[in-house]
């Protein structure tokens, strides 16, 4: 029992000399940049059943989806506020290029995987600034999807009009 000691103080747990601070613990490493021979970073964004390939690279903020410029390809102004949250939130409006190719669902859920898109892509092309856009929820892929039919009912989960006779 004589080799227990008895702490009073914070200092007592870490041994270290009053006045000196002791070095902090190393943080996770930071992601390395990473783009393309042509200085773009890549990613695929995912949204229902839409897949976007994203190509993110230094510019004027011109967004070009399936060749067409935002403003054609989206027309409600909801969907292009949706695409332009990640520059928004990280203040870096109109110094990004961005060309993006769609397919499948609709237009809403196009406007979705883009917004993944461009977000997985400016993280790929800016590692610092992934902690302000995976805590708005951008990196996250959101999983949900239309439910299937089922046999014998109307739509997923609708049954038939009951009819007594």
């Given amino acids: 029992m004589a080799d227990e000691q008895t702490m009073t103080d914070l200092k007592d747990l870490g041994g270290a000399v009053e006045g000196t ?5 190393p943080t996770a490493p930071l992601r390395e ?6 200085g773009r970073a890549y990613a695929t964004g995912r949204r229902k059943d839409a897949v976007a390939r994203v190509w993110v690279k230094p510019g004027t903020g011109k ?8 403003e054609v390809y989206f027309a409600r102004p909801t969907l292009r506020l949706v695409i332009n949250q990640p520059f928004g939130l990280t203040e870096r409006t109109g110094q990004y290029d961005v060309i993006a190719t769609v397919k499948g669902g609709g237009l809403s859920g196009q406007a979705g995987a883009v917004l993944h898109g461009i977000a ?4 790929r092309f800016e590692p610092a600034l992934r902690s302000p856009v995976k805590a708005a929820g951008f990196l996250t892929r959101d999983s949900r ?5 089922k046999y014998g009912k109307a739509k ?10």
């Fill in 21 to 25: 601070v002791a070095p902090a613990a």
């Fill in 33 to 38: 940049k990473i783009v393309d021979k042509q």
């Fill in 63 to 70: 967004i070009t989806v399936n060749g067409r410029d935002q």
């Fill in 120 to 123: 997985q892509a400016l993280t």
């Fill in 145 to 149: 999807a239309v439910e299937r039919k």
């Fill in 156 to 165: 997923a989960r609708r049954s038939f009009q009951f009819s007594k006779r």
